[in-house]
């Protein structure tokens, strides 16, 4: 059974940085594409960013190129996303997501493209 479990969320002044962590279980984070994903109130669930195993290529949306790197320690079977320079309008639940094994992706995915989904990690930017 597949298991994401993500950590490191919390409050954090405008301008700082955080880590969050996602531990895969039951899962082979280097055959497959893992991502995180954002949502906060009132708004639809949007990717972040993405790694693909495959390609070893990196996705990003727009909002936080520059500011936010994923990485994957394939040896730990876990995804990190370091966020530096927070905005208010980072504050949102992070989801770590990932595909089936064996499915890549070619850009930001959509939540639909997801087959796993962790509880999320709560974010908060103090302005």
């Known amino acids: 059974q597949v298991q994401l479990v993500e950590s490191g969320g919390g409050s954090v002044q405008t301008g700082g940085s955080l880590r969050l962590s996602c531990a895969a279980s039951?899962?082979?984070?280097?055959?497959?594409?893992m991502g995180w994903f954002r949502q906060a109130p009132g708004k639809e669930r949007e990717a972040v960013a993405a790694?693909?195993?495959?390609?070893?290529?990196?996705y990003y949306t727009d909002s936080v190129k520059g500011r936010f790197t994923i990485s994957l320690d394939n040896a730990k079977n876990t995804l990190y996303l370091q966020m530096n320079s927070l905005k208010p309008e980072d504050a949102a639940m992070y989801y770590c997501?990932?595909?089936?094994?064996?499915?890549?992706?070619?850009?930001?995915?959509?939540?639909?493209?997801?087959?796993?989904w962790g509880e999320g990690t709560l974010v908060t930017i103090a302005s």
């Open positions: 997501a990932a595909r089936r094994l064996g499915l890549y992706c070619r850009g930001v995915p959509s939540s639909y493209e997801m087959n796993y």
């Open positions: 039951g899962y082979t984070s280097s055959r497959s594409c």
């Open positions: 790694i693909s195993r495959d390609s070893n290529r990196l």
